[in-house]
């Protein structure tokens, strides 16, 4: 068996991998036109979306992808073959994401920032925080990761509602609702937080009429994907008090380019795309399991819907 690594990482997932199953041959690289070479000898390839996606274009296919990134968007474009299967990574940001989103809650609620600008300006700020419990956290995208934010927040006190592309019931989710209900809920909400992976409907959901019904005291968090957020309503809403804060972790366009009006919006934090890196140990698991499946017939995890681009 002979698997493609492609992935700026490649050495550290070779390493992990040769360690764990050293039957497999392992062809690793980042470099676009190596990996080429050995393409059409690999029936399996590793690694991420966008470098693989080039392949793909060459003519190149694997019987079986296993994606590095939970997102896999690179891998959807119309000119793309969709006859392989496809596998993005499940099970391995959870605890990453809910310890990114805890920590910007306690940071709204403890008014961490607006302390630390008191301290440069030496002025004693003793305002008094307020407790996560009791607040309504609205989680838009309850797979994977959005039910393990809500686990993680539970116990918090802090009151879960989801959204998702269907009304179901879900613990530890009083409610899910269904995408149409969103702005109903979001208006109750004390922290708007988007984890929606990119598909057709979820873009620009987060625009002006949106924005417009939430409390002016609640926060939003985008970790999701940037094409979901209206960039310009967003900035306008800050501009005019429609909402306390936002935390942006993914944008439209990344780096975010110097002249966007993201770096300089009053009361939005960028994060630069840092809320839940793939960690290489947990991936190398989640392959290794998948690929013991995938030889021998059985169901993989985290599988892809091409037609539902997920």
Not at 58 to 67: A, V
Not at 159 to 188: H, I, K, N, W, Y
Not at 270 to 290: C, I, K, M
Request: aromatic share 8%; hydrophobic share 50%; net charge neutral.
């Amino acid at each position: 068996m002979r698997v493609l690594i492609g992935e700026t990482d490649h050495l550290t997932y070779a390493e992990l991998l040769s360690v764990a199953a050293p039957s497999v041959e392992l062809l690793g690289s980042a470099d676009p036109a190596e990996l080429a070479r050995h393409a059409a000898s690999c029936p399996v390839w590793l690694g991420q979306p966008d470098l693989l996606a080039g392949l793909l274009r060459q003519g190149h296919k694997p019987q079986w992808l296993q994606s590095t990134w939970a997102g896999i968007t690179p891998l959807l474009a119309t000119d793309l073959p969709k006859d392989y299967l496809l596998t993005r990574a499940v099970g391995i940001f959870g605890q990453v994401m809910a310890e990114y989103v805890l920590c910007h809650l306690l940071a709204h609620e403890r008014a961490l920032f607006a302390q630390r600008a008191a301290q440069a300006q030496r002025h004693w700020d003793n305002r008094a925080p307020r407790s996560l419990a009791g607040r309504r956290a609205l989680i838009v995208g309850t797979g994977d990761i959005g039910v393990q934010v809500a686990q993680f927040l539970a116990p918090f006190g802090v009151e879960l509602v989801g959204v998702a592309s269907r009304a179901r019931v879900l613990a530890p989710f009083s409610e899910v609702a269904a995408l149409d209900g969103l702005p109903q809920l979001a208006a109750t909400a004390d922290y708007l937080i988007n984890l929606l992976p990119d598909t057709p409907v979820t873009r620009d959901l987060f625009d002006a009429a949106l924005f417009a019904v939430l409390k002016p005291s609640a926060l939003f968090i985008n970790a999701g994907r940037g094409v979901a957020v209206v960039d310009a309503d967003l900035v306008r809403a800050l501009e005019q008090g429609q909402l306390a804060g936002a935390v942006i972790d993914v944008c439209r366009q990344e780096p975010l380019p110097t002249a966007h009006p993201f770096w300089h919006a009053p009361r939005l934090l960028l994060t630069g795309h840092s809320s839940a890196p793939t960690e290489p140990r947990l991936l190398a698991q989640l392959f290794l399991d998948n690929l013991a499946n995938w030889r021998s017939g059985r169901a993989v995890r985290g599988g892809v819907d091409f037609s539902r681009g997920y």
